[in-house]
């Protein structure tokens, strides 16, 4: 069952700017990534869901944050079904992240109030996520469409919380083009949790690259 309601998960969002997303089969590597994410100032994180019995890997990780680090907010990302979510949630999962608009999915979260972030590329699809409950829409892939869209949807629709995913990286340039765009979060994978962190078990330069980043985007906010 979901430790933080989704309007309390919305909330952390919005203040910290940033969630990071990460997959690994190894589960011990992948507490000393959540721990280091968690030193260095992060309180979410989105597991995706990418592999095989990535769930049992999920519910490891989802233990140990419960824990060990207070606070730490565990979600899944690449959910592509109501399935997939209702067994993520079962495992604790406090957000469900999809690359897609699935109606399906919305009513599986919303009936648990968990929050659920739907991939939309469109404004209509944008609309009709917020029709569905949609808190905060992710923007994938962000590469695809830049802050230039973010901009765009967010005249007509102030309201609209976006958090793009893909094309985001630690650069401040990057991030004050997002920020000043109107972006509620960001989401950051591999420009974060990158492959060298990974292959070198560079913990501390991961939380240092943490500390770095939340640090950035609150200076792009101000």
Not at 92 to 104: M, Y
Request: net charge neutral.
């Amino acid at each position: 069952m979901a430790q933080y309601s989704r309007i309390e998960v919305a909330s952390v969002m919005k203040e910290t700017g940033m969630v990071p997303l990460f997959y690994h089969p190894d589960i011990e590597l992948g507490k000393k990534v959540l721990k280091a994410c968690y030193d260095g100032g992060a309180r979410l994180m989105e597991f995706t869901s990418r592999g095989d019995f990535a769930f049992e890997i999920f519910g490891e990780l989802n233990k140990y944050a419960i824990a060990e680090l207070p606070g730490m907010i565990m979600g899944v990302g690449s959910i592509t079904d109501a399935g997939a979510a209702s067994l993520y949630m079962q495992l604790g999962a406090n957000f469900i992240v999809t690359p897609s608009l699935r109606e399906d999915i919305a009513i599986a979260c919303n009936r648990r109030k968990v929050l659920w972030s739907p991939g939309c590329g469109s404004l209509t699809e944008i609309n009709r996520a917020e029709e569905l409950g949609c808190e905060i829409v992710k923007l994938f892939p962000g590469s695809t469409y830049g802050p230039g869209f973010v901009k765009a949807i967010k005249g007509p629709q102030p309201w609209t919380s976006v958090m793009p995913t893909g094309g985001v990286s630690t650069e401040t340039a990057n991030l004050k083009g997002w920020f000043d765009a109107g972006v509620t979060c960001v989401g950051m994978g591999s420009q974060l949790i990158s492959k060298d962190v990974l292959a070198n078990r560079d913990y501390k330069g991961l939380e240092n690259s943490v500390k770095e980043a939340l640090k950035t985007i609150n200076e792009v906010r101000k």
